[in-house]
């Protein structure tokens, strides 16, 4: 499998060189990447609402209603360094779970609000990590996903918290983390012979020529494609270093886009058009198939297909 990859990539390292004199658009595609280095300090809040744990509940959403908050951080003045949190959705969870509980105004106990009588302690969840300011963006969001948690507590170099970053804070930065990527040509090419069935530019000042040399480098990995999506379907990508070659496979054909970045859309866009393709086309590859790839490819058009790409 390792001598596979080595293979694909020898075959990529012979064309580069040319492959670049050949991309007039050059520029659009050696654009530094995304910044997926951003720091945890680049997009979190400064400054955070610290309670004591035997806090009312109610002064506790009170300090967010008026401060317009949806979490706040608790802290054990008997142990500091462990902090806790409390956000909207424990609120509203422990009041369902304590619906039993409460009259027809909702609230009322014995004479005490349910919110009096709750401390902070009671439906506090943690502890939570502190995060230091210089984290890398990525680590934090693997940190998130382990957790469940959708708020983290930024630290400074004392662990003293400082500020509070949440995955809405993440979302805001979605065009930076994650790019939509530019799609630069598109193909499908018959897996058993190499064969370019059809391609479409979606740039006027790409060449033929670049095809040309990027066709011959794919087809000389054709041949071992599928066998190397037998042993892992996660091989779908080949990354050059000013554009990079997406890839799906279906059957006996396999469509290349090439972009100056790979993404989540541009992936799903790629699988949508495949099985377009093969609806479409479905007797003309099975004529290519019975023929052994003896007849006409200038059936394939994907000019009007391509169009979801924009």
Known sequence: MVALIKFINFFFFIYADQVEQQI????KMS??????????????HVGVYLVDKNTQLLKVLELMDKKQ???VIIEDLDDLLHYYIISHTDIVRFLVKNRSHLDYLGLLVGGKTLMQETKAKDIMRGPIEIIQKDTPIDELIGILLKTGFKRAIVGNEKNQPIGIITT?????????????GIPF???????ESGLVLCKHFFEQDITDGFLSILGGSISAVSGITSEI???????????KDNYEIMLETAGQIAAFL??????????????????????????????????RGLTPVNVFNIQKMAEMFK
């Open 24 to 27: 007039e658009v050059e520029k």
């Open 31 to 44: 654009a530094p990447p995304p910044r997926y280095g951003l720091l945890v300090e680049d997009m979190a």
């Open 69 to 71: 908050i949806s979490a």
């Open 168 to 180: 809405k804070d993440i979302i805001k930065w979605n065009s930076v983390l994650l790019p939509p």
């Open 185 to 191: 040509v598109l193909s499908v090419m018959e897996m």
């Open 229 to 239: 999506l037998k042993h892992s379907g996660n091989v779908r990508l080949i990354e």
């Open 258 to 291: 090439v972009v100056d970045r790979s993404s989540i859309t541009l992936r799903r866009k790629l699988q949508n058009f495949l099985r377009q393709f093969r609806e479409k086309y479905a007797k003309e590859l099975q004529r290519r198939k019975d023929s």
